[in-house]
């Protein structure tokens, strides 16, 4: 499915602002693979997405999507086949566009075969309510609002539907809850675990909250300093508790985890 | 005050400069880029109609020049996209090199008469009578098919990234759209559009000069921004409505010229008009905010005076 190999990455080289973001990642993740990732502040999360979706160019290693080296595809070709989600509810949607006209934007991924100059039909608008009515959020009525008028969580919903609108190979989701409140980011979070099992989706999902980091997927990463430290699935990550997690942390990267937010939702726990 | 006379004068000259408007509308509205490629694409239109008329190609020459203009967008859609020139300096730069390219179009002449030539519109005039309104007519109708493809163009698949594109880049890449290309696209089809202006006007004119062109930027923003001021179109969704607004500003701009006209104001002062309705225009937003700030400001202030004037 996804492999990673030797994934190495440097900022702004030999400045006094070089910063190695991406040390010597490797990485496989198998069809149907929901992993989710954890890690300090700065620790190459969301740079490594970044080097997933082709926002840059590794120094040095290879990405392969199912069986294709895609290391050198432009961002927006590979798009064609990865959905991804920020945490800013800003990033995933054009505010100025209605609901309609930003999925219809979204479908785009899947046709290869439609022409530039169609128009939206009448059968795609049908199929764009049906999704939107299946997140709960009586979006379908509003299809012809702008986007900009949504909530926070309304656009993170409807981003999630426009990431997923046409199967992605590969979803990523960054921090996609953070900037919602509790309530909203449950709802989202429910809404995300119940697509990707729809679909059966290879998902990578950064998060900042450790009890999703061990209840959602059958996966777990953890990053420090541009490498993955910690990788755990199966029985093992099943028996694991927070603290556990927390302390495998610490071992492995040789300090305890220093994302403030990570903390504040073990307390919550 | 307004003989008939007049008023068709300032109608015809509002359809034709309306495209520019358009053109604008498309540039700095939906792709949220400055383009100053618009002066120069204007007179290159004009040039580029001027010559194929006198070569005996009037409605040829109407194509030609969209074509021309197309080219003019390419390029500073390329310079933008693909070699990291900002923006405005892309515009600039065309502009610049199109001076050349425009006297080259006109024989290295800084203008060209046509008052012997049959033009679009002599060749209209004789078919339906001095008398007829065939300038209004042809004017009116060029702006009005420019308008229906205009917006049937932005509600398709590739419209919709173009406006997505002046909306959130991101966004478009995420859909696999790649956003050089629909800035191309938009800048191609804006200049196009610049450039049947100043074509549909060299002919209705009957002459083209190598300064034609000039301020046409501002000229076209100071249209459209009163065309969305006065139908308050600015918070609206309807590309419908948004395009009426670039006509209806733009003929209503030539009707406040009619009028300068008319009272005697210099032509000249007229530049400095335009300039300071798109300055204000464009500066609205943040002078509002700095006046309600002022006046929240005060406001907190003389509660705070009338509060401390209670205790003592
Ligand atoms: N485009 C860039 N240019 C320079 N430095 C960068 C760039 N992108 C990321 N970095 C640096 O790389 C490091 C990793 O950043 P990254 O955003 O991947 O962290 P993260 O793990 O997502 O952290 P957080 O939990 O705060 O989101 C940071 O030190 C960051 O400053
Ligand atoms: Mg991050």
């Known amino acids: 499915m996804l492999y990673l190999k ?44 970044n080097a997933i979706t082709g926002d840059f160019i590794p120094d040095a290693g290879t990405v392969t999507l199912n069986g294709r080296d895609i290391t050198l595809i432009p961002d927006y070709r590979r798009a064609k086949v990865i959905g991804r989600m920020f945490q800013d509810p800003l990033r995933g949607t054009a505010p100025g566009m209605t609901i309609e006209e930003n ?4 479908y785009l991924r899947a046709s290869g075969h439609t022409s530039p100059l169609s128009r ?18 009586g979006l379908e009525d509003r299809m012809k609002q702008p986007v900009g008028l949504l909530s926070g969580g309304q656009r993170q919903a409807l981003t999630l539907l426009m990431a997923t609108v046409v199967t992605p190979k590969l979803l990523l989701l960054d921090e996609h809850t953070a900037a919602l409140d509790p309530a909203t980011a449950d709802k989202v979070l429910a809404l995300t675990r119940r697509i990707v099992a729809e679909h059966k989706l ?49 071992e ?12 504040l939702s073990r307390e919550e726990g | ?92 730069i065309t502009d610049t090199g199109l001076y050349t390219v425009n006297l080259a179009v006109m024989g290295f002449s800084s203008n060209v008469s046509m008052l012997k030539t049959a033009t679009a519109f002599t060749l209209l005039r004789d078919v339906m009578g001095e008398q007829s309104p065939y300038k209004l007519l042809l004017a009116g109708a060029v702006t009005l098919l420019a308008c229906v493809l205009l917006i049937a163009f932005l509600g398709t698949r590739l419209g919709l990234s173009i406006r997505a594109t002046g909306d959130n880049p991101d966004m478009v890449r995420a859909s696999s759209i790649n956003t050089a290309f629909t800035i191309m696209v938009g800048l191609c089809i804006s200049n196009s559009l610049t450039a049947l202006s100043g074509a549909v006007l060299a ?20 249209s459209l921004i009163i065309g969305e001021t006065i139908l308050g179109t600015a918070h609206r969704s ?60 005060a406001k907190a202030q003389a509660a705070l005076e009338k509060a401390e004037g209670g205790r003592g």
């Open chain 1, 6 to 49: 030797n994934v190495t990455k440097t900022f702004n080289p030999g400045t006094v602002n070089e910063k190695l973001a991406l040390n010597n990642i490797s990485l496989h993740l198998a069809p149907g693979d929901f992993a989710t990732i954890v890690g300090s502040n700065g620790a190459g999360k969301s740079t490594l997405f």
């Open chain 1, 103 to 106: 999925l219809a934007l979204a």
């Open chain 1, 120 to 137: 939206i039909t009448a059968r795609e608008r049908a199929q764009f309510a049906e999704r939107l009515a299946e997140l709960g959020l």
């Open chain 1, 202 to 250: 290879t998902c990578l999902m950064i998060t900042h909250n450790m009890h999703d980091a061990l209840s959602f997927g059958n996966r777990t990463l953890m990053m420090d300093s541009g490498r993955i430290v910690l990788d755990v699935a199966g029985t093992e990550r099943e028996k694991m508790t927070v603290d556990d997690l927390l302390d495998r942390f610490a």
């Open chain 1, 252 to 263: 492995s990267a040789g300090h305890a985890l220093d994302n403030d937010r990570i903390l």
């Open chain 2, 1 to 92: 005050m307004f003989t008939p006379a007049v008023v068709f004068n300032a109608l015809e000259l509002g359809c034709i400069y309306s495209l520019v408007a358009l053109a604008l509308f498309l540039s700095f509205r939906v792709l949220n880029i400055a383009d100053l490629t618009t002066n120069g694409a204007f007179t290159l239109g004009c040039a580029v109609s001027a010559t194929a008329a006198v070569a005996g190609h009037p409605f040829l020459g109407f194509f030609l020049a969209m074509a021309a203009g197309a080219a003019a967008g390419g390029i500073t859609a390329l310079l933008q996209t693909r070699m990291g020139v900002p923006s405005i300096l892309a515009g600039i």
């Open chain 2, 203 to 222: 002919q209705y004119q009957r002459s083209a000069d190598i300064n034609l062109g000039n301020s046409m930027v501002v000229i076209g923003l100071a």
């Open chain 2, 238 to 297: 309807s590309i419908w409505l948004k395009a009426a607004a670039a006509v209806a500003g733009s003929v209503i701009y030539r009707f406040i010229i009619a009028l300068a006209l008319r009272a005697h104001v210099p032509a000249e002062s007229l530049k400095l008009i335009s300039a300071v309705i798109v300055a204000l225009a464009i500066a609205a937003p943040a002078l509002k905010a700095h006046y309600d700030f002022r006046r929240a400001r």
